[in-house]
């Protein structure tokens, strides 16, 4: 099983002068090949001090899952909605320097005949049926950030890409064929993610 993967950038911590706190964990994007190793087990306060894209308060009082049953080893990124939060999610992504938090805004559900029959998830590249695949919408950290810019991509709705692309989770619709092997389709899902990351930091 692939535990890493080549990147093209290398993230660095840096302290952001914001007002009004957004990006103060903030980090700048330096050209360099680097190995992205996989997800390692973090405490509750290593989870609440990654995130980029809000204030420290705000980071502070995210609610943060059970991470006792967790199996850390099949996790490329961990991510999780709470039922105090219904309109956020929440992301943390093994990168060089250590984890980086998102946080997310979701996309309201469509009405049945708005659905779509069938989607795509931009990472794991699993296909679903209806309501399967949500946008989840992070604004971008730093200046950028404070004016509302926001960066969306299309995610499983369950964020349990890391189980669909082991075949430990099965969704409900048949896949199409895929000749990818199980770390191929990993090393596209970290290196999708790695420049997901990249982008939320782009100035």
């Known amino acids: 099983m692939l535990r890493g993967q080549r990147a093209p950038e290398r993230l660095q911590k840096v302290r952001s002068e914001s007002a009004n706190g957004i990006g103060e964990n903030r980090m700048t994007v330096t050209h360099a090949a680097v190995t992205v190793a996989g997800m390692n087990p973090l405490t509750a306060t290593e989870l609440q001090t990654s995130f980029i894209n809000c204030s420290k308060r705000e980071a502070t009082s995210i609610p943060l899952p059970d991470l006792s049953d967790?199996?850390?080893?099949?996790?490329?990124?961990?991510?999780?909605?709470?039922?105090?939060?219904?309109?956020?999610?929440?992301?943390?992504?093994?990168?060089?320097?250590?984890?980086?938090?998102?946080?997310?805004?979701?996309?309201?559900?469509?009405?049945?005949?708005?659905?779509?029959?069938?989607?795509?998830?931009?990472?794991?590249?699993?296909?679903?049926?209806?309501?399967?695949?949500?946008?989840?919408?992070?604004?971008?950290?730093?200046?950028?950030?404070?004016?509302?810019?926001?960066?969306?991509?299309?995610?499983?709705s369950d964020l349990s890409c890391s189980a669909y692309i082991r075949q430990l989770k099965r969704p409900r619709r048949v896949q199409p064929v895929n000749t990818l092997g199980e770390a191929e389709r990993i090393e596209r899902l970290r290196t999708r993610l790695s420049g997901m990351v990249a982008n939320v930091l782009a100035g």
């Not at 708005?114 to 992070?138: K, Q």
């Open 70 to 156: 967790l199996t850390w080893a099949n996790l490329d990124f961990l991510a999780w909605r709470n039922a105090r939060t219904p309109q956020r999610a929440y992301l943390v992504a093994p990168m060089p320097d250590g984890p980086v938090g998102l946080v997310f805004r979701i996309a309201a559900a469509r009405n049945a005949a708005g659905a779509m029959r069938s989607s795509m998830c931009e990472f794991c590249h699993t296909v679903h049926s209806a309501g399967g695949v949500t946008l989840f919408t992070a604004i971008k950290a730093g200046t950028r950030g404070r004016r509302g810019d926001s960066v969306g991509n299309y995610f499983c």
